[in-house]
């Protein structure tokens, strides 16, 4: 079975907004076991980098590119992690990750900004 699916990423034009969904399993997300989850961004070319993660009790953590301008948010009871992006700029332009506990990855989502 898939764990982990991400989906809503698109092509928009630099200052729209796309918000990313994970889609996970219950056999990893339930409300009695709740994953430690991130989002993370690979351009071509480029190395994966940290979008931004969310603890089991909420905690979140953002790299200094997307602060102020996205925000991961989770829930437990559609098991469904969220990334709400606005203010693209161009250098937002990758395939976005999900990935759970550090180690269970989603299929990953194009997001393109153009310029």
């Known amino acids: 079975q898939v764990q982990l699916v991400e989906s809503g990423g698109g092509l928009v034009e630099t200052g729209g907004s796309l918000r990313l969904s994970c889609a996970a399993s219950?056999?990893?997300?339930?409300?009695?076991?709740?994953?430690?989850m991130g989002w993370y961004r690979q351009a071509p070319g480029k190395q994966r980098e940290l979008v931004a993660n969310?603890?089991?009790?909420?905690?979140?953590n953002y790299a200094e590119t997307v602060k102020d301008r996205f925000t991961i948010s989770s829930d437990n009871f559609k098991r469904t992690v969220y990334l709400q992006m606005s203010s693209l700029k161009p250098e937002d332009t990758a395939v976005y990750y999900c990935?759970?506990?550090?180690?269970?990855w989603g299929q990953g989502t194009q997001v393109t900004v153009s310029s």
């Open positions: 990935v759970a506990n550090n180690r269970i």
């Open positions: 219950r056999s990893i997300f339930s409300i009695f076991s709740i994953p430690a």
């Open positions: 969310i603890s089991s009790t909420g905690s979140t």
